[in-house]
Nanobody
């Protein structure tokens, strides 16, 4: 119904910054929220942040609170994840998804293919 495409990943040093983008296409984004999740090798996919599409309300996981900021441009059907003060433990594949805004992967229907983020000296 809607295609999600992440971009902006790459290799950065600890303490560096990166901004991820998530472009929704196919139709106007109409889900309740856009969420960001990440998955490191050997670990489950975990919630990072979500934003209510209409309200703009945001929620971030404790592990990234104060360092990451989620936002969206509704006119462009695009969400963003600004990542500052990056740590090696932030290394993962980052996914965006359209869904309810909950912290559960099961409440999101449309997923992107992911973009790699590597934080290393």
């Amino acid at each position: 119904q809607v295609q999600m495409v992440e971009s902006g990943g790459g290799l950065v040093q600890p303490g560096g910054s990166l901004r991820l983008s998530c472009a929704a296409s196919g139709r106007t984004f109409s889900s309740s929220a856009m969420g960001w999740f990440r998955q490191a090798p050997g670990k489950e996919r975990e919630f990072v942040a979500a934003i209510g599409w209409s309200s703009g309300s945001t929620y971030c996981a404790d592990s990234v609170k104060g360092r990451f900021t989620i936002s969206r441009d509704t006119a462009k059907n695009t969400g963003f994840l600004q990542m500052n003060s990056l740590k090696p433990e932030d290394t993962a594949i980052y996914y965006c998804a359209a869904g309810s805004g909950s912290t559960s992967t099961h409440q999101y229907r449309d997923w992107g293919q992911g973009t790699h983020v590597t934080v290393s000296s």
